[in-house]
């Protein structure tokens, strides 16, 4: 199943919805890159506000690690040739409950100091580079070429994880975790009810949620709608 399609046209996130016939709980799952147009952002805030919950990632407090990490995608959303802004992270003003169960900043720096110092050094020396290299030259189809995902990981996702394993358990593995663990509880808190939960993660993410809900619970996605993040 595809979260994000890469087109010739252009990039699209796949808005998917699972149930399952024994109860009316309905997750939604939209799968998030963090540079897209305007109008994409719109249109996930427009079908947010007719949820009933949202469940969106964001780790909390202060990092200068995840600031470096970040920079890769924030100043390029700074630029005006590209045509894409960075993704808004303020739900307050949907008028629907939002909960993030994602890591605190102090979590992170636990978990960073278990990764390689090889892997650290690169990520944090590496990230700059690419951030002003992508402002300087990059171009919508660069920021598409390793955006394609599906709900299995592909070669490059393969070799990600086979070189890079402890940085791919703190940054997915561990966050997958307290997602899941968050879903869990809506299940078993609102599984009976007719609500609409809307899950607002970034598309690396979206693969652990649909297996757990699915090996876990039975939920098996029922509808899907396209949304285009960017064209060309």
């Known amino acids: 199943m595809q979260?994000?399609?890469?087109?010739?046209?252009?990039?699209?996130?796949?808005?998917?919805?699972?149930?399952r016939r024994e109860t009316p709980l309905a997750f939604v799952l939209f799968p998030m890159?963090?540079?897209?147009?305007?109008?994409?952002?719109?249109?996930?805030?427009?079908?947010?506000?007719?949820?009933?919950?949202?469940?969106?990632?964001?780790i909390t407090g202060r990092s200068v690690v995840i600031a470096a990490l970040t920079l890769a995608y924030r100043l390029p959303g700074r630029r005006r040739?590209?045509?894409l802004v960075k993704q808004p992270v303020d739900l307050a003003g949907l008028g629907v409950q939002v909960i993030r169960p994602d890591m605190t900043a102090a979590d992170f720096r636990r978990g960073w100091r278990a990764v390689p110092i090889l892997q650290r050094t690169l990520v944090v020396c590496l990230a700059p580079v690419v951030a002003v290299g992508f402002w300087l030259f990059g171009t919508r189809r660069m920021l598409s070429r390793y955006a394609n995902m599906d709900d299995l990981p592909d070669q490059i996702?393969?070799?990600?994880?086979?070189q890079?394993?402890?940085l791919e358990e703190l940054l997915v593995d561990r966050r997958d975790g307290?997602?899941?663990?968050?879903?869990?509880?809506?299940h078993d808190q609102h599984g009976t009810e007719?609500?609409?939960?809307?899950?607002?993660?970034?598309?690396?993410?979206?693969p652990g949620v649909v297996h757990h809900l699915a090996t876990a619970?039975?939920?098996?996605?029922?509808?899907?709608?396209?949304?285009?993040?960017?064209?060309?």
């Open 164 to 166: 890079a394993g402890a």
């Open 157 to 162: 996702q393969s070799q990600v994880r086979a």
């Open 81 to 83: 040739r590209l045509g």
């Open 217 to 232: 619970y039975g939920y098996r996605p029922r509808d899907a709608e396209w949304l285009t993040v960017f064209d060309f």
């Open 3 to 19: 979260v994000i399609e890469v087109s010739v046209t252009g990039v699209r996130s796949a808005v998917i919805t699972m149930r």
């Open 33 to 58: 890159l963090h540079l897209g147009t305007e109008a994409f952002y719109w249109q996930v805030g427009n079908r947010l506000s007719r949820c009933d919950l949202v469940v969106a990632e964001g």
């Open 178 to 186: 307290l997602l899941i663990s968050a879903l869990d509880a809506i």
């Open 194 to 206: 007719p609500t609409t939960v809307a899950v607002v993660y970034g598309a690396g993410h979206m």
